[in-house]
């Protein structure tokens, strides 16, 4: 069972930067396909951000594409999402989640392929 906790969202102006970080429990952190996702009120679930294993390929959604980075630390058991340039339509419920995948990148996106969720972390962008 792997748990992940998220943290570093808070309230902070657009224009903003915030660093949210997860914590897997699991040793076998390395194994795993660490994303990104958040949810908006009355949204469904979408897509910020995936990395590989090795750390080796980043994948990002098109709304935060240059103002987003996804990193991880397979050392210190760390993921990471450095946010910059932060817009009021950024603001949602973000989710660290764990892959067991194998395969093309393009299923990366999808949070039904995720095997494992943190518990969120509020991310508020005002304007």
């Known amino acids: 069972q792997v748990q992940l906790v998220e943290s570093g969202g808070g309230l902070v102006q657009a224009g903003g930067s915030l660093r949210l970080a997860c914590t897997p429990s699991?040793?076998?952190?390395?194994?795993?396909?660490m994303g990104w996702f958040r949810q908006a009120p009355g949204k469904e679930r979408e897509f910020v951000a995936a990395v590989g294993r090795s750390g080796q390929g980043e994948y990002y959604a098109d709304s935060v594409k240059g103002r987003f980075t996804i990193s991880r630390d397979n050392v210190k058991n760390m993921v990471y999402l450095q946010m910059i340039g932060l817009k009021p339509e950024d603001t949602a419920v973000y989710y660290c989640?764990?892959?067991?995948?194998?395969?093309?990148?393009?299923?990366?996106?999808?949070?039904?392929?995720?095997?494992?969720w943190g518990q969120g972390t509020q991310v508020t962008v005002s304007s």
């Open positions: 989640a764990a892959a067991n995948l194998v395969g093309s990148p393009s299923t990366y996106s999808y949070p039904a392929n995720y095997n494992y």
């Open positions: 699991s040793r076998i952190f390395g194994r795993y396909v």
